[in-house]
Nanobody
Framework: QVQLVESGGGLVQAGGSLRLSCAASGLSFSTYNLGWFRQAPGKDREFVAAIAWSDGRTPYADSVKGRFTISRDNAKNTVYLQMNSLKPEDTAVYYC???????????????WGQGTQVTVSS
C-alpha cells in the first residue's frame, strides 16, 4: 500500500519561510518522479514544482520560481519543498504526489498525500 504523508505546514507571516516534507512508503521511491501541488479555496489544484528521479530535473511554476526549492532524499524516501519569501497568495493546501511522468498536470501522478495547510498572513 502506497502512502505519502506531508508535514511542515502552518501559519507564517509574509516574507517568512517554511519547509514541507513528504515521507513515502510502499513504492520504489528512487524510481518515481515527485511533485508538489497546491489548492486554494475555490481554485483548481495547481502545479508548484517537481523533481525527476532519473536526472534531477526540477521544473517550477513561474509563480514560485526563485522562491521555492524542491529536493529529495532517496535514502529517507522523502521529498521536500523549501518555501522562502512567502506571500499571502501562497496560502493553500499543499499536496505531494508521485508518478512515472515528469509533468505539470496533476493527472500524471498516480499517488497523492492528504495535504498540509500553509497559511501566509499579510
Amino acid at each position: 500500500q502506497v502512502q505519502l504523508v506531508e508535514s511542515g505546514g502552518g501559519l507564517v507571516q509574509a516574507g517568512g519561510s517554511l519547509r514541507l516534507s513528504c515521507a513515502a512508503s510502499g513504492l520504489s521511491f528512487s524510481t518515481y518522479n515527485l511533485g508538489w501541488f497546491r489548492q486554494a479555496p475555490g481554485k483548481d489544484r495547481e502545479f508548484v514544482a517537481a523533481i525527476a528521479w532519473s536526472d534531477g530535473r526540477t521544473p517550477y511554476a513561474d509563480s514560485v520560481k526563485g522562491r521555492f526549492t524542491i529536493s529529495r532524499d532517496n535514502a529517507k524516501n522523502t521529498v521536500y519543498l523549501q518555501m522562502n519569501s512567502l506571500k499571502p497568495e501562497d496560502t493553500a493546501v499543499y499536496y505531494c504526489a508521485a508518478g512515472r511522468l515528469l509533468v505539470r498536470a496533476y493527472g500524471g501522478y498516480a499517488y497523492w498525500g492528504q495535504g498540509t495547510q500553509v497559511t501566509v498572513s499579510s
